[in-house]
């Protein structure tokens, strides 16, 4: 068998048109939708045939001047997300610009859900978001991502990476084209508006509980949409979209894994209860030294237990208690914020300029 060859045979094909109608109209269940049934009917039979048709993007143009193929038709939206993570990349790369640091909470929890308690993780990332903006040497602006509006906001959603990498590099775009897909009702994708974030900063603080000895679902999402930036594909006319052999021919003959989001600055802080805070603080760490990501030194990868074995009940209080954790924390922050201010001087690590032998 040819070995570059797409390889078939998992999908099981589009769903029948009864059970389509069955799962779109599942999210109107409410008595209150029932005046508008016949309405509701007509609005699935839209969008039946959209999915029926494969209509991803229904709103395209030209790409136009700057892509390999200016003829070939993309979708408004990326096109629109480019167009804001170029910006952002100015703003980035403008010496006059404020150094900005991207806080990022990974817990799940909030107290506008569920649970109905905030987050320690969001507890810690004010102590971080108070050191870099209150330090007067080192100030920055702080931009949080809050990764646990997730589980509380109603249409936010980060989508699952459709792994585009491992067929080929140049198959998975930066930034990421495989959303909004609105034949399968995939909108409202989050990761647009996170790339911008991730783009425009000069630092990254990630803080994060464990769950289950891993790193929550929400972030480990976030984490995997971010493949794209590690060797992402600027440009999709040069696959004429998702086309797998196109892109197979384009890594074979020589892919550079363009690094979109190195030399910016990251510290990282872990907190667990009982197991798995070095497993997820090794993860995130060696996840952005992957990229290019440049850590802020030790101080900044942190890793350590909040309420050891105790009762979940008690655990703000734990960490109300543990005062050497929070100085941690807000050690982690000094450290970026000086790192960011070190980097934006010229300040270089020893063995960036070497050749890496491995890009992939």
């Known amino acids: 068998m040819d070995d570059v060859a797409p390889r078939k045979g998992q999908y099981e094909g589009r769903l029948t048109r009864e059970e389509f109608r ?17 309405a509701l009917a007509r609005v699935e039979e839209i969008a039946y045939a959209a999915y029926d048709d494969g209509r991803k993007a229904p709103h395209q143009r030209p790409a136009g001047e700057g892509f390999a193929d200016p003829k070939h038709a993309l979708s408004v939206e990326w096109l629109a997300t480019r ?14 610009s404020p150094a900005r640091v ?10 506008g859900t569920c649970p109905g308690e905030a987050s320690k993780t969001w507890r810690l990332a004010t102590l971080a978001r108070e050191v870099l903006e209150g330090d007067a040497a080192y100030r920055c602006e702080v931009d949080t991502l809050d990764l646990s509006r997730l589980s509380s906001e109603y249409g936010r959603q980060i989508h699952p990476c459709k792994a585009c990498v491992s067929t080929a590099m140049p198959l998975c775009h ?36 464990v769950y289950w000895e891993q790193m929550p679902s929400g972030l480990k999402l976030m984490v995997d949409r971010l493949v794209c930036a590690d060797g992402g ?15 197979k021919a384009i890594e074979l003959a020589g892919w550079g ?36 990501l440049v850590d802020a030194g030790p101080k900044a990868r942190i890793d350590r ?13 734990a960490l109300d208690r543990d005062d050497g954790f929070q100085e941690e924390v807000r050690n982690v922050a000094r ?26």
């Open 233 to 247: 594909n600027p440009d999709p006319t040069t696959t004429h979209g998702k086309k797998a052999a196109e892109a």
């Open 102 to 111: 991207l806080v990022v909470i990974g817990s799940g929890r909030n107290d």
């Open 22 to 38: 069955r799962r779109y109209l599942e999210r109107f269940v409410d008595p209150a939708f029932d005046a508008e049934r016949e």
């Open 83 to 96: 167009a804001r993570l170029r910006e952002a990349q100015r703003i980035h790369d403008d010496p006059a």
């Open 174 to 209: 930066w930034p990421c084209s495989c959303y909004p897909n609105h034949s399968l009702g995939q909108v409202h994708d989050w990761m647009a508006e996170i790339y911008e974030l991730w783009v425009r900063a000069h630092g990254v603080v990630i803080l994060t509980p």
């Open 257 to 292: 894994y363009p690094r979109h989001l190195a030399g910016r600055v990251f510290g990282v802080a872990v907190h667990g209860d009982a197991a798995g805070a070095e497993g997820v603080r090794k993860a995130l760490t060696d996840w952005l030294d992957a990229m290019g």
């Open 305 to 317: 237990y909040v309420g050891y074995y105790e009762p979940y009940a008690t655990s703000h209080a």
């Open 335 to 360: 450290a970026v914020a000086r790192g960011v201010s070190a980097r934006r001087a010229g300040v270089v690590r020893a063995d960036e300029a070497l050749e890496d032998p491995r890009p992939k």
